[in-house]
């Protein structure tokens, strides 16, 4: 049986203006967590809060997560101190389909980059060639830089403001890329919602798998209340669509299938 | 000590169901729990054809609560009983189909259908207190006589137990359950969710796209409570309570206020496994407290003369 675990808080560090990482001794989540999964965490507030897993250590058993304050209960964690207990839930979700992947072009945005570092690690481990390109507003707001430029093949980073690496959206960077670069790659990209859109449009015009991770406000987290569907379009039927769970179907869609 | 209940002609393994829409089909739920001494399970709310459900976002969150406008997304009632109801009479419990409608006819075709599969089917439940669609439900669910006639029409075709859903989104409960006994019904199950809001002061709008919707969770177990009392005073059939219960001490106060069995919902959603704690704890109880059955507890509840 599946159950919902405690959870010890090992390590808490800020990683930038407003988000913090959490490292969390728990050896079930720690073995069964795959890249795109996510963790449903409690808080005082009545829900939990899902976070997208960013690494998992199945020696020590622990696993960590990325927490971006935006209100009260991400606040709540974020400041969580090492030794608090929490109820965790997970892993949750579908994951990344990064078997067959020849090469891996990741596009992060935001704390999109948390997941995203989760994967790269893996594809690092299995051999497979990563274009890694991450996008943050400012320089204050940039994360887990040096860690993602060590386990990529190539690396970019960018910002709304110019002031680290090129100037302008994740979109630049991948302009960037020449046909000899993206070819046979898949695509994967985790961050805010216009961000995905722009990427999976880019890669589909030229022909590539793009898999984004869509965001809902959730409750249950595990398929049962269904208030967290996302518009995915019918097998075969272009034109019709089904609302699909973010928790239990996803959070990984093929882009092609999202209706945005 | 067992916890089993009986009511009307069936016995529950313990006064324990789980509430439709919080379990889905119990696909999902039976990765988490076992179900051998879960009362039921009911059907999330299944319309004769299939329904996307409300867009945009269908849940915010509330102080000790939340809301929901699901809008009774469901693969509807023949995609149901071909690919879920073997799943959920597979789970060795009491099965409780909860349905939808938009007017009488609905009701009555949905039910033509689940004829045919009686012997997989415990129990009918006619939600007519749904708030999140726009027509029937909570519209038929309002008013007594409507109430009435469609409880009797459904009755006149179908000898499944059939047990009413009432909405507290009326005046008087007690009238909307009286009707609900008097067109044949088994038993009443009271209550849904309360029709509410939540705003995003920033953009000044509803946080749920739908504007309205559903409150459910500990938020609302004192009105639950005061409403379930008031049922099973008026009422010869019994009642099945729900609304917030999140623990075995919540169950047992719906009991003494009159519940014969409850139901368990949004505290399923917050912890998977809250359901069986719920069992542990109250096999506890009422061992500690040489409880014999726990119908011995139901409606005990001594007011106050006022
Ligand atoms: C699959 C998934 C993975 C996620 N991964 C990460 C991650 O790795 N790092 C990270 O910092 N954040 C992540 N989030 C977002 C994170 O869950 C929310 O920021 C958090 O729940 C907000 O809680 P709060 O109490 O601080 O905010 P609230 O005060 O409740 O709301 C503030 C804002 O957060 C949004 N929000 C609230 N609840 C949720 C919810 N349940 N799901 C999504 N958004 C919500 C609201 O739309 C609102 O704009 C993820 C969300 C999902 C669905
Ligand atoms: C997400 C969600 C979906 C629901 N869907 C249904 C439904 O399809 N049919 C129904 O009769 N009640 C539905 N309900 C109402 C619950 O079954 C229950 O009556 C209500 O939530 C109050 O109980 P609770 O506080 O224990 O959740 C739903 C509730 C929630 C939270
Ligand atoms: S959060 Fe309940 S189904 Fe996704």
Redesign the interface.
């Known amino acids: ?4 675990h405690r959870a010890e808080l090992i390590d808490n560090k800020s990683m930038n203006s407003d988000s913090s990482l959490l490292v969390f001794r728990c050896p079930e989540i720690a073995e069964e967590s795959r890249p795109g999964q996510f963790v449903n965490v409690s808080c005082s ?4 809060r899902p976070f997208g897993v960013n690494d998992t250590d199945s020696i020590n058993g622990t696993f960590s997560i990325g927490v971006r304050e935006v209100g009260e209960g991400s606040a709540e964690i974020r400041s969580l101190e090492p030794g608090a207990l929490v ?1 965790v ?1 997970g892993p949750l979700g579908n994951y990344f389909p990064l078997e067959n992947a020849k090469k891996l072009i990741m596009v992060g945005g935001g704390t999109g980059v948390y997941p995203l570092h989760f994967a790269l690690k893996e594809a690092r481990k299995a051999n497979v060639q990563t274009i890694y390109i991450c996008g943050f507003r400012c320089v204050s707001d940039s994360c887990l830089v040096d860690e993602c430029e060590a386990f990529s093949d190539r690396f970019m980073i960018t910002s709304d403001t110019g002031d680290v690496g090129i100037r302008g959206t994740v979109m630049d960077a991948l302009y960037r890329l020449n046909e000899n670069e993206y070819n046979d790659a898949t695509v994967l990209s985790v961050g805010p919602e216009i961000m995905m859109k722009n990427v999976s449009q880019w890669a589909e015009n030229i022909g590539l798998d793009c898999f984004v991770s869509l965001e ?5 987290g ?8 996302c518009k995915i379009k019918t097998k075969n039927h272009d034109d019709l ?3 699909k769970r973010c928790c ?1 179907d996803g959070p990984i869609f093929n882009s092609r299938e999202v209706v945005w | 000590m067992s916890l089993r209940m009986s009511v009307g002609t069936l016995t529950f393994e313990s006064p324990i169901i789980l509430a439709s ?4 089909f119990g696909r ?2 039976s ?4 179900f051998s001494r879960i009362g039921g399970i009911c059907s ?1 709310g299944l319309t004769l054809s299939p329904r ?2 409300n867009p945009g ?10 809301l ?1 406008s ?1 809008g009774l ?1 469901n693969p509807g009632i023949d995609y149901f009983l071909q690919n879920d109801l073997d799943f959920m009479s597979s789970l060795s419990t009491r099965v409780i189909v909860n349905v939808a409608g938009h007017d009488p006819d609905d009701y009555v075709r949905m039910t033509e259908r689940l004829n045919d599969h009686s012997d997989q089917i415990d129990i009918l439940e006619l939600n007519l207190s749904c708030p999140n669609v726009k027509e029937g439900c909570m519209i038929i669910g309002s008013s007594p006589k409507e109430i009435f006639n469609l409880v009797a029409l459904v009755r006149s075709i179908t000898s499944i137990p059939l047990w009413v859903k009432l909405t507290p989104n009326v005046t008087s409960i007690a009238d909307t359950a009286l009707a609900a006994q008097e067109g044949g019904a088994d038993a009443v199950v009271a209550i849904n969710t309360l029709l509410g809001m939540a705003i995003d002061i920033r953009s000044a709008r509803p946080i749920l796209q739908n504007n309205t919707g559903g409150l459910s ?1 500990p938020a609302i177990k004192p009105i639950a409570l005061r409403m379930v009392n008031e049922c099973s005073r008026v009422l010869s059939i019994p009642v099945v309570g729900c609304g917030g219960i999140m623990n075995y001490k919540d169950v047992l106060e719906f009991l003494i206020a009159g519940a014969s069995l409850v139901e368990i919902g949004t505290a ?6 809250t359901p069986e704690c719920i069992i542990n704890d109250l096999e506890k109880y009422t061992a500690e407290n040489h409880i014999e059955s726990l119908s011995d507890i139901v409606g005990t509840l001594k007011l106050w003369g006022v």
């Open positions: 049986m599946k159950k919902e507030k009545f829900l939990k109820d839930l809902r406000r959730m409750a249950c595990i398929g049962m209340c269904l208030v967290c569907t669509y089904e609302n239990a | 829409g919080t379990c889905n999902e739920l990765e988490y729990i076992s999330k996307l459900g976002c269908r849940v915010a969150e509330t102080p000790s609560g939340m929901n699901v997304q969770g399923t959603m917050v912890h998977p496994t």
